[in-house]
């Protein structure tokens, strides 16, 4: 079999796969250096992302050796209307959800984990981070594949989303957060499909984890 272009032998002489852009040091104490590290391991190892079927734009599930998720990684040339969205991409479109620019939800996904103080609604960990693989979305596809940047988030595993659960059965003092969260943020898209139930979720002591969208923070929204 012929070897891939991203095997451990050629990504050690490659270098890094995963940068993280940041020495915050919120960011530094926390998991998400480590894990991206185990990404980049992953990827060396020719572990492809896996992008998730779901999304608006290029979101992908980023695994370590073994293939376990670890990360979260969402390029801004993938983001709604920019040019590489796999969705319908070709060229930087119009604003979207609220005045939203294309390219530039990454740094509203970094905001909203700032605005989270003490991890009061459950926030990931998030960053802007640089990845190289081929299987991110291209529309050219020519050429060697080079960095993509964006923001990288700690994966958080799930029992399942709300729309599988009845209401009843969430915590209220976790419901009060995720409002406290989406007012603060001007959130544009909470459904129960962004709603992720955990039985213990390993960055908020509430059963109710909430993951974060770029659809979030509009340029409108006053600075906070």
């Known amino acids: 079999m012929k070897p891939r ?11 890094s796969f995963c940068n993280l852009e940041s020495t915050r040091e919120e960011i530094m104490k926390s998991d998400l250096p480590s894990l991206v590290q185990l990404a980049d391991a992953g990827l060396k190892a020719g572990i492809d992302p896996v992008m998730a079927d779901d999304a ?12 376990s998720i670890q990360l979260v990684f969402k390029p801004s040339d ?12 070709g060229s930087y479109g119009g604003a979207y959800r609220g005045r939203i620019v294309p390219g530039f ?4 996904e970094v905001a909203s984990y700032i605005i989270d103080k003490d991890n009061f609604a459950g926030v990931p960990p998030t960053e802007i981070c640089k990845v190289r693989s081929p299987v991110l ?42 409002a406290a969260l989406d007012i603060r ?11 992720l139930v955990s039985r213990s979720a390993p960055y ?9 969208n770029a659809g979030s923070k ?3 929204a006053p600075a906070s």
């Not at 993938?78 to 991409?89: F, H, I, S």
């Not at 020519?142 to 960095?147: A, D, S």
């Not at 898209?189 to 709603?195: L, S, T, V, Y």
């Not at 908020?204 to 974060?212: A, D, L, N, S, T």
């Open 78 to 89: 993938e983001e709604p209307n920019a040019p590489n969205n796999p969705q319908k991409g």
């Open 5 to 15: 272009a991203n095997s451990i032998a050629c990504g050690e002489m490659m270098g």
């Open 105 to 108: 939800g990454m740094y509203r």
């Open 185 to 195: 943020i001007c959130n544009l898209d909470r459904h129960a499909g962004n709603i």
């Open 56 to 67: 608006m734009g290029g979101c992908y599930f980023m695994r370590d050796k073994s293939r």
């Open 218 to 220: 509009p340029n409108s």
């Open 204 to 212: 908020q002591h509430p059963r109710v984890y909430i993951e974060k």
């Open 137 to 178: 979305h291209d529309v050219n596809k020519v050429g060697p594949y080079g960095y993509k940047i964006g923001s990288i988030q700690s994966y958080v595993r799930s029992e399942c989303s709300a729309e599988e659960m009845g209401s009843a059965k969430f915590d209220e003092g976790d419901v009060m957060r995720m």
